[in-house]
């Protein structure tokens, strides 16, 4: 056992001098300043067709953006300055797959870096087919208000609902496609329901309904 554990402290060790040796590296690197110039063209992986408007950011190895531009018509873009030896490349478009890459410079530079950009898949939001906010629109102060949802994903996301009682969240995100809410004297009168539900992807759909609680039982 002791022999297992020394080897095990040995691997520890060097794993450790690996991380500070790549660290001391990325601070030799952006403790010096190199004058750069990064162009390209970013193109539609699948059409072959240039994107315009798309954003391209030379960022810090920590992710702080020192120089942001957009391409042309024809897909280009042209950036100049001077950086640490360590940069990053980003691009956005939307509808489209981020990409980054890490490039490292050494004196003067001009680099040439030409980017092809897949479709982001599309996300469909969730469609939400009835809200019943509970077997009668009408309730006795007291009654229990049960809510039901019948959702849908055309993606098959997982879904989450959040319920409402006027604009007062009475349930914050869960995966239950029903809530029970126990109403009291202070619920009286009109009230609206209203039920969100989301996809992990950012899509989100909401649905109302009216109730009304009374305070003692209607007269018919």
Not at 75 to 91: A, H, K, M, Q, R
Not at 114 to 137: D, G, W
Request: with cysteine; charged share 20%.
């Amino acid at each position: 056992m002791s022999g297992i554990r020394v080897k095990l402290k040995v691997e520890a060790i060097k794993k450790i001098k690996i991380i500070v040796s790549a660290l001391f590296f990325c601070l030799i690197m952006q403790s010096v300043i190199y004058a750069a110039t990064v162009t390209g063209k970013v193109t539609d992986k699948q059409t072959a067709q240039a994107i315009s408007d798309c954003k391209v950011k030379v960022m810090s190895p920590t992710g702080k953006t020192l120089v942001s531009v957009q391409t042309s018509a024809s897909g280009e873009y042209n950036i100049s300055g001077t950086f640490g030896g360590l940069i990053l490349l980003s691009l956005e478009k939307s509808g489209y797959k981020s990409q980054t890459r890490s490039k490292v410079l050494s004196g003067k530079t001009a680099l040439v870096e030409n980017f092809q950009l897949e479709k982001a898949p599309v996300n469909n939001t969730p469609v939400i087919k009835s809200l019943l906010p509970t077997n009668r629109k009408r309730l006795i102060a007291g009654d229990s208000l049960t809510i039901n949802v019948t959702a849908s994903d055309a993606d098959s996301d997982k879904l989450y609902y959040c319920y409402y009682l006027d604009s007062k969240i009475i349930q914050s995100w869960t995966t239950a496609a029903s809530y029970i809410y126990k109403t009291s004297s202070k619920d009286e009168g009109r009230h609206t329901v209203k039920v969100e539900v989301k996809d992990n992807r950012g899509g989100i759909a909401s649905k109302s309904a009216e109730v009304y609680v009374y305070f003692y039982a209607p007269k018919m």
